[in-house]
């Protein structure tokens, strides 16, 4: 990876200027962990047990080449397209872009499920239906017009244990979808040695509706809405007590009491929908933007920049992290966090926009959502990849220890 | 359950005039099973055994009360009803129905998706795709806009095998997505430890498109557009090679030739589109239509019924069936099949319509599907619910031993 060593004046500027006011805002999340007892359940009942899978997992395509392969090459659409301002989108970013029949109108689609990642049931529906809504957010696309929700309860679960967790999760992915705004109309469930949530959301929509991933410009800054580190939050505290070894290393550093709280960020900064990011967009003229999920900062930023029309770099100078998780990454490199590697689950927008538009952008986000964004780096002419300069900014997020508010 | 004497005489003649003919039908299917060794792999390689499930299964939703609650008192769309003459649909049909912002148009949207019940791999993707493209055809919507692939390869895969088989899958969910004249664009890819395959499929359509599924009249007839009894098919043939007991008691009455053909046939009655028949469906004036799947004949008889305007009820005289599984149905009466609740996977349309436009419906549909439709029932004035008649008529298809033609 090439590194660039000058960091523009600006970025740090409006980026300092939030730093100062953060951590002012106020947070109406869960602050204690999901308590089986208080359900009925054994104390020992960890949802997290209902998948070989532990934690926020990097996704699995490798030995898949023909997965891509065919998706790729699928005929695009069965309609024509009639307007002559989006071009039909494949797999390759977040959600498909169909060109209907009807004149002007797309189907904009995604569908995303996964293992259970967190121990409280009702946030792990809330963090499934924001990660599949946040494809169509990433699109610009704000009114979800329909999810259908996917199932599967274990087939491990007493009786006891399915009736207790498997309405909550469903309660969770039901609130997060009254939030935005769209509702629940069909589905299926099915049993499954592993639990599953997740679910397809799908938007028609007027081409004007759509900010379509391929117009950024050099010259633009890149936005990120929310702090990264959900990987490394999710893991160190499943490790407290699954793996005593990896624990007695992050003990070396933190308190259980700091690990529990850098996990409820991550369960809280999962669980926030994008879809403020999304109507900025269009406010504030955003040209192109990405979620940051499973393949990590890079990874999706790499991929953004593939997908531009121009051809440009992007040049990341920040990472937000969820406090203290940036000495966690530094302690276990395998996460590659320091390389932008770090998987995500349900994270935030990645957003080119105009220079000149950032600190409206903040600004606008911060009063709608209560939450900072960040300008974390720039875009530069250059060959349509993504780069992290050599002495990249962690910034911890929040700044300020607090003990009665999260951020 | 109460049962109905007297078959109508007009039954019993245009279904005996299409039995006479329907053995001459060509079939280009496939006459041989999947043999892991020309792929590659070991001789005892079974795709079913990537799943505990085994064979076509009843859907599993007992203890999950308050998936259904949810589903139901979800709000429906998020935009407002533009035309009367059609109301939205939750969960209790095949596809549900939004409203959508844009004057007139409306989103019909499905999903299905389920573990290997053949071993063929490219035959289970054709079937999964099937499956799920027919909830749109039940509704009359007989252009498919876009399909999503959900997609799991299972953990317990060797690579070699893996690499043989879920391209495979793929390939057979791609082709018949093709044969529908849609696509895939976009999908999900996981590990688990069942294979997984299914779909999402979207259609964006005007009222005039769609045929809701409510409007039977007394007077009419029930057409059924693929033979019965494959979860029949499927077992038996699994009992060959895994259950002795019941194989020894299969072997009877039947070779094992015949149940090898049972399986082929129900590999590809699985595997056909049923869009042939919702073409029809408008053609010839249908008023109403199901497909028929987890819940088997009378179950999916029973919803349809009970969503009907008139108060109707369905009365079912004839069961057509893949030749000789009624005779194993008989030996087996755990399957329920005689009472009309064994499980049938990507089963036929009951359509209901019209009794002077039955005999049109039935010669076109075998002119463009190459294979026979039947009636089977009738429409009386009731209380929405539907019966199966005393001594209800079992067809077997094809009627005559063809050795060179499944049928």
Redo the contacts between chains.
């Keep these: 990876m090439a590194t660039v060593s000058s960091e523009p004046e600006e970025v740090v500027r409006v980026s300092e200027l939030l730093e100062t006011s953060y951590d002012v805002n106020l947070l109406h999340i869960q602050s204690n962990l999901f308590d089986p007892v208080q359900h009925g359940l054994k104390p020992e009942f960890r949802l997290t047990n209902f998948t070989?899978?532990k934690g926020v997992q990097p996704p699995?395509?490798n030995?898949?080449p023909?997965?891509h392969h065919?998706?790729a090459n699928?005929?695009?659409?069965?309609?024509n397209l009639t307007s002559a301002s989006l071009s039909?989108i494949?797999?390759g970013l977040d959600?498909?872009l169909?060109p209907?029949?009807?004149l002007g109108?797309y189907?904009v689609?995604?569908?995303?499920?996964?293992?259970p990642l967190v121990d409280d049931p009702y946030m792990m529906g809330k963090i499934a239906a924001a990660n599949v809504l946040s494809d169509l957010y990433a699109m610009g696309v704000t009114?979800?017009?329909?999810v259908?929700?996917?199932?599967a309860?274990s087939?491990k679960f007493t009786?006891e244990e399915?009736?207790v967790v498997?309405?909550l999760i469903?309660?969770g992915f039901?609130d997060c979808?009254?939030e935005a705004?769209?509702?629940?109309?069909?589905?299926?469930?099915?049993?499954?040695?592993?639990v599953?949530i997740?679910g397809?959301a799908?938007s028609?929509v007027?081409a004007e509706e759509i900010i379509p991933p391929d117009g950024a410009q050099p010259g633009d800054v890149l936005i990120l809405t929310k702090p990264l580190g959900t990987q490394i939050a999710v893991n160190a505290h499943q490790w407290l007590t699954t793996n005593p070894e990896k624990a007695a290393k992050v003990r070396t550093i933190l308190t259980d009491e700091e690990v529990k709280q850098a996990y409820l960020r991550a369960m809280h900064i999962m669980a926030r929908l994008n879809r403020n990011a999304a109507k900025l967009m269009h406010v504030h003229g955003a040209h192109a933007a990405t979620d940051i999920t499973g393949f990590g900062l890079m990874g999706h930023a790499e991929n953004l920049a593939r997908n531009q029309k121009c051809a440009v770099m992007f040049i990341i100078q920040n990472m937000p992290v969820i406090a203290k998780m940036g000495q966690v990454a530094r302690m276990f490199p395998g996460f590659g966090f320091l390389q932008g590697r770090s998987a995500e689950t349900s994270g935030g927008l990645l957003v080119c926009m105009p220079r000149n538009k950032a600190a409206g952008f903040i600004a606008d986000y911060k009063r709608l959502e209560g939450h900072p964004a960040w300008i974390i780096g720039s875009v530069e002419r250059g060959d349509r990849n993504a780069k992290i300069i050599d002495k990249v900014r962690i910034i911890d997020v929040p700044s300020h220890d607090t003990a009665d508010k999260l951020w």
């Design positions: 070989d899978l699995d395509i030995g898949f023909n997965v065919v998706h699928a005929p695009v659409g069965t309609g039909p494949g797999i959600s498909c169909i209907l029949r009807h109108l189907l689609q995604t569908t995303d499920f996964f293992y009114e979800c017009d329909n259908l929700m996917i199932l309860s087939q009786a399915r009736d498997m309405p469903i309660q039901r979808a009254v705004g769209t509702s629940i109309n069909g589905g299926q469930t099915v049993i499954n040695p592993w599953t997740g397809t799908s028609i007027r």
